[in-house]
T-cell receptor, first 116, second 114 residues
Framework: DAGVIQSPRHEVTEMGQEVTLRCKPI?????LFWYRQTMMRGLELLIY????????DSGMPEDRFSAKMPNASFSTLKIQPSEPRDSAVYFC??????????????FGQGTRLTVV | AQKVTQAQTEISVVEKEDVTLDCVYE???????LFWYKQPPSGELVFLIR??????QNEISGRYSWNFQKSTSSFNFTITASQVVDSAVYFC???????????FGQGTTLQVKP
């Protein structure tokens, strides 16, 4: 398996523009997580899905952020409008969760977002 | 509330020294998982180990070893005979048993000098 695939790897955008980050989880995994990494706040969970359904979005900072998972092999994180303080590395991770527990989460390479 | 504390912000050692990275966690869950991830300078997060709350056996994998002690809520990570390639940021993380969502510590930056 190719692992978790994120695109783009780097994104530079102007303040006010819409940004869409993409993630393809590992095939067979049924849980997907979006994390954000900044110097100030470290690694923080934004939202996670189980079986394509959003379970906990309490980490999503504002209404400007939205995430979707239309099917088991694709998820997006959208920021509209973007602001300079959104600059960070965004990671997508996936794992498998069953009735008797689950696997560890495997992370994508991350998307480094810079909003100028 | 769940929390992970990595008190050591930065550690610097000389190659071949042993080094221990500390991790202390807080949770009220009876079933939980503990993890270590490595983030090398290239930026990706690499999974190293997972332990569940019912298994306190220590684990060794090559030069890496982990010591899990529920009595002190600690899950420490030791690198024996460190190498320059071990230089990275290491994160300890906690997940409750029924969600899988990770709570990360702030990370420890390890620098191994030749």
């Amino acid at each position: 398996d190719a692992g978790v695939i994120q695109s783009p790897r780097h994104e530079v955008t102007e303040m006010g523009q819409e940004v869409t980050l993409r993630c393809k989880p590992i095939s067979g995994h049924n849980s997907l997580f979006w994390y954000r990494q900044t110097m100030m706040r470290g690694l923080e969970l934004l939202i996670y899905f189980n079986n394509n359904v959003p379970i906990d979005d309490s980490g999503m900072p504002e209404d400007r952020f939205s995430a979707k998972m239309p099917n088991a092999s694709f998820s997006t994180l959208k920021i509209q409008p973007s602001e300079p303080r959104d600059s960070a590395v965004y990671f997508c991770a996936s794992s498998f969760r069953g009735h008797q527990g689950g696997t560890e989460a495997f992370f994508g390479q991350g998307t480094r977002l810079t909003v100028v | 509330a769940q929390k992970v504390t990595q008190a050591q912000t930065e550690i610097s050692v000389v190659e071949k020294e042993d080094v221990t990275l500390d991790c202390v966690y807080e949770t009220r869950d009876t079933t939980y998982y503990l993890f270590w991830y490595k983030q090398p300078p290239s930026g990706e997060l690499v999974f190293l180990i997972r332990r569940n709350s019912f298994d306190e056996q220590n684990e060794i994998s090559g030069r890496y070893s982990w010591n899990f002690q529920k009595s002190t809520s600690s899950f420490n990570f030791t690198i024996t005979a460190s190498q320059v390639v071990d230089s990275a940021v290491y994160f300890c993380a906690l997940a409750s048993g029924n969600t899988g969502k990770l709570i990360f510590g702030q990370g420890t930056t390890l620098q191994v000098k030749p």
